[in-house]
């Protein structure tokens, strides 16, 4: 399991700690009113995990296209960021806002460095997924032990 830590993401010794748990992934949002969104947010909601080869990371986009969304990979960190534009009819009265507008970048760093020529990124049905392979140093590598 992976928690945030202001290092970035680190492997969690013990899933029972659900109080230290929130503390650690929620104690640096001010709030969650959507007022306080602005182009420096933590939009959008992320999930992270990694497996034995790779990161994975899955954003919530709706509303996004592919041209909107600029993924870049350098060392350990993964930086999403985006722009959506404001669409409002012509003399329309807007009465009430919640859908986020603007620009928004996210930044991601992972406990070991990431393969960028291999990281793959898709945009479904409002969720962007991206698989991040672990570099080639970062994996485990058998020795064969000879008599």
Do not use: C
């Not at 010794?13 to 503390?23: A, N, T, V």
């Not at 899955?58 to 996004?64: I, N, R, T």
């Not at 291999?118 to 409002?126: C, N, T, Y």
């Amino acid at each position: 399991m992976l928690v945030r830590r202001d290092a970035g993401l680190v492997p969690r010794s013990s899933s029972l700690d659900i109080d230290r748990l929130f503390r650690d992934v929620f104690e640096d949002f001010p709030t969650w009113a959507p007022a306080a969104w602005s182009g420096t947010s933590k939009y959008p909601a992320v999930n992270a995990w990694e497996d034995d080869h790779a990161y994975h990371v899955e954003a919530e986009l709706a509303g996004f296209q592919e041209k909107d969304i600029e993924i870049t990979v350098l060392g350990n960190e993964l930086r999403i960021s985006g722009r959506r534009e404001e669409k409002t009819e012509e003399n329309a009265k807007v009465y009430h806002r919640e859908r986020y507008v603007g620009e928004f970048s996210r930044v991601l760093r992972f406990p070991v460095d990431l393969d960028d020529s291999k990281v793959e990124a898709k945009l479904d049905h409002g969720v962007l997924r991206v698989r991040l392979p672990k570099a080639a140093a970062a994996l485990p590598r058998k020795i064969e032990v000879q008599g």
